[in-house]
């Protein structure tokens, strides 16, 4: 059974950081591209960033610059290093993962999510 568990979220401070892991397990990790998508209050889920199995790295505009997606093919997990949090960052973030494929940045892509961490961002 393949599962994806997400955490790091929480409370922070406009500038401060948070780093986002996600684990999985159930599947071979080193053939899925991984992702991260957050989803604010009454909007659609939203592309953040991407890791293919081959360690290439894509991300949206809204973040390039600010946040780094890493992956750590030893321990089956992937991590999202957010920095200069502003309050339009504020969402449940979710780590997804997709098989054999590019990096896609939209959801139906997407073959496994986790539960989603919340992030939210005062001011």
């Known amino acids: 059974q393949v599962q994806l568990v997400d955490s790091g979220g929480g409370l922070v401070q406009a500038g401060g950081s948070l780093r986002l892991v996600c684990v999985a397990s159930?599947?071979?990790?080193?053939?899925?591209?991984m992702a991260w998508f957050r989803q604010a209050p009454g909007k659609e889920r939203d592309f953040v960033a991407a890791?293919?199995?081959?360690?290439?790295?894509r991300y949206a505009d809204s973040v390039k610059g600010r946040f780094s997606m890493s992956r750590d093919n030893s321990k089956n997990t992937v991590y999202l290093q957010m920095n200069s949090l502003s309050p339009n960052d504020t969402a449940v973030y979710y780590c997804?993962?997709?098989?054999?494929?590019?990096?896609?940045?939209?959801?139906?892509?997407?073959?496994?999510w986790g539960q989603g961490t919340q992030v939210t961002v005062s001011s």
């Open positions: 997804a993962a997709a098989k054999l494929k590019p990096i896609i940045p939209t959801p139906a892509t997407y073959d496994y």
């Open positions: 159930g599947l071979t990790f080193t053939d899925y591209t």
């Open positions: 890791i293919s199995q081959y360690d290439s790295i």
